[in-house]
């Protein structure tokens, strides 16, 4: 309670502190107050827009780390005789300043590589849920936001103060595969590698037609060879053969329909799919289309959970406190993780998405210097409109450093458009 930026209490504090500043993981200002001789005081974002929506802004409301460390940065821990020598003096106290997890390198690659083109990069640790990045557009200057805050409410056809990397929702299309074939070898667990389907580029089940990408024809596929080639036949005919209640089961289990454990605002994905579903949401619904969406922050989760054994860490993007000389206050991580899945069945899962960089559709993030780990994806949203272009990766798949999930409105193959991206940023942070 005494956190919410609703609390009149906590104006009473910027009475005698200076608003701390926030700062990325390697001490970059990301967010600081500038104070006037005539001792007036404004907000002010070395970065602008990169980081609009994941450090927020503090006037017009509170947003994104602005809120959710507004206590923190209106509450001084410098030296008590300090600061009653600078009460005696009518001055204020410097506020706490905030250290982040953010990685101002990466956060610019992944912000410069988007370039003009809505969607969300999300880039984290497996092993530890700690953010690295977060990239959201369309969006706004946090430095002008007083002044552009009614145009941009007015503009509902870009929502540009919605973060998309946790509050967007998607139909996951072919990323979702992965979540298919985990149910796949967990109903089958003695005869999923006997399966085999013969692509003639369209499958045609009753009424319906299925077609992949481009109606291309993959021939004969067992599970792997369907990851990697990203079969939509394949899939939709083990979604055939699967158990409704189960496959809803496994979905609760990664969290889809459920708040996400995440401190900043967020959407919850979702999964629908009904003991008595018919027919044809089955089919759309196994290979990521039908009711399903998720946020690119819980396709980074579930991404990071294979690259980490099977084990879901909870994400977290503020490191630490600090007072103004740089000692530290308090100390954060991962509040908890989650099993949703066995070691040897991330395993499997890690070994397909090797597959798919190796030889299938993920080929954009193939390097000399890494192995990676990827899965591509476009999904379908609107009959006439280009699909939205998805990649989910990791690397280097044998000791997992980074986590990654890419969306890019309606810009068609995730591996040609969405890879690429995720290759710079893997590139940069390996090579450190």
């Avoid at 919605?162 to 967007?168: D, E, I």
């Amino acid at each position: 309670m005494i956190n919410n930026s609703y609390n009149a209490r906590l104006d009473r504090f910027s009475d005698r502190v200076v608003r701390g500043e926030i700062l990325s993981g390697s001490g970059d200002i990301l967010a600081m107050t500038n104070v006037a001789q005539d001792g007036s005081e404004s907000r002010y974002y070395p970065y602008g827009s990169m980081f609009a929506h994941t450090v927020g802004y503090s006037t017009r409301g509170k947003t994104g780390i602005e809120s959710l460390a507004n206590f923190y940065l209106l509450t001084s821990h410098m030296n008590p005789l300090e600061q009653v020598y600078n009460q005696l003096r009518d001055k204020k106290n410097p506020g706490d300043n905030v250290v982040t997890t953010l990685d101002l390198e990466l956060q610019k690659i992944a912000y410069e590589g988007m370039g003009d083109r809505n969607g969300a990069v999300v880039v984290m640790e497996p092993a530890t849920g700690r953010i690295l990045a977060m990239v959201s557009k369309p969006d706004y200057n946090p430095n002008t936001i007083k002044e552009d805050y009614d145009s941009i409410i007015e503009d509902t056809d870009n929502s540009s103060l919605v973060n998309r990397a946790s509050q967007g929702l998607y139909p996951p299309g072919s990323i979702f595969k992965l979540v298919t074939a985990l149910e796949f070898i967990r109903e089958y667990p003695d005869s999923w590698q006997d399966f085999t389907y013969t692509c003639p580029g369209v499958l045609a089940v009753e009424d319906y037609s299925i077609r992949c990408s481009g109606g291309t024809a993959h021939g004969t596929v067992d599970l792997k060879k369907a990851v990697e080639k990203s079969c939509n036949g394949a899939f939709a005919t083990i979604g055939l053969m699967l158990n409704n209640e189960s496959f809803t089961h496994l979905c609760d289990t990664l969290l889809f329909n459920q708040k996400m454990p995440f401190a900043l605002a967020s959407g919850r994905s979702r999964f629908n799919l009904t003991a008595d579903a018919d027919k044809w949401e089955v089919l759309q619904t196994a290979f990521g289309q039908g009711n399903t969406q998720i946020t690119p922050l819980h396709a980074a989760m579930i991404v990071a959970a294979i690259a980490n054994g099977g084990e879901m860490k909870e994400p977290y993007i503020i490191e630490r406190i600090e007072n103004a000389n740089g000692q530290k206050v308090q100390s954060f991580a991962s509040e908890g993780s989650h099993r949703v899945m066995t070691g040897d069945e991330a395993a499997l899962l890690k070994d397909f998405m090797v597959g798919v960089v190796s030889e299938g559709t993920g080929k954009s993030v193939k390097s000399k210097d890494y192995q990676a780990a990827a899965k591509t994806g476009s999904a379908q949203f609107e009959s006439g409109k280009e699909t939205h272009a998805w990649f989910v990766a990791f690397a280097p798949a044998d000791d997992p450093k980074l986590a990654i999930s890419i969306v890019l409105e309606e810009t068609g193959a995730g591996g040609t458009n969405a890879g690429p991206i995720a290759k710079k940023i893997f590139d940069a942070y390996l090579s450190r």
